[in-house]
């Protein structure tokens, strides 16, 4: 297997990412990349990182550090966004992305990581379940306008 290099997100990065994203959702929507990875370079560049396998982007995860929402006034670290391209899931890579990650927010002084997953989406809540997270007290709610 070739090497993989975690490092931070570039924004060069974000034609790979809009391709990884159309392997997962079949969907070709780089208008929307470029501004969600814009958003996160703006909001906390050190919270995005990718992984990089033959100078190509197989992998990548953004989230920020916040405090004061939804009642919680500790810093939190917040995983919101993740995709790892569908040839190269499995070997770990959104593991290595999770790791670099949370020792960023552990660096920034967050005593808690959250995420929020459909419930439809097992995949991504068996992930996060080997990544020792668990359920929370905190509940989603939702109103239509
Ligand atoms: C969820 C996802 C990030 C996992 O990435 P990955 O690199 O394949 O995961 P890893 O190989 O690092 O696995 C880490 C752990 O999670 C578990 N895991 C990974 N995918 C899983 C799944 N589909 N179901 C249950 N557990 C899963 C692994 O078994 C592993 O556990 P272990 O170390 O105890 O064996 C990847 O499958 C993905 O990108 N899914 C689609 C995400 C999506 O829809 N994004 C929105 C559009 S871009």
Redesign the pocket.
């Known amino acids: 297997m070739s090497s993989l290099v975690i490092r931070g997100l570039d924004t060069m990065d974000i034609g790979d990412i809009v391709g990884?994203?159309e392997k997962?959702?079949k969907q070709y929507r780089p208008e929307v990349w470029e501004a969600r990875c814009a958003y996160y370079l703006r909001r906390d560049p050190d919270a995005a990182v990718v992984c990089v396998a033959d100078g190509t982007v197989v992998?990548f995860m953004l989230g920020e550090v916040r405090s004061g929402e939804f009642g919680l006034e500790e810093p939190t670290g917040w995983i919101e966004v993740?995709?790892?391209d569908p040839e190269h899931?499995?070997?770990?890579?959104?593991?290595q992305l999770a790791d670099a990650m949370l020792d960023y927010f552990k660096r920034r002084g967050a005593k808690t990581v959250r995420t929020l997953v459909d419930e439809e989406?097992?995949?991504?809540a068996?992930?996060f379940d080997?990544?020792g997270f668990q359920p929370s007290s905190l509940r989603p709610f939702v109103k239509t306008l």
């Open positions: 990884i994203d997962i959702t992998g993740l995709g790892v899931q499995g070997k770990a890579i959104g593991r989406m097992a995949d991504i068996g992930f080997s990544l």
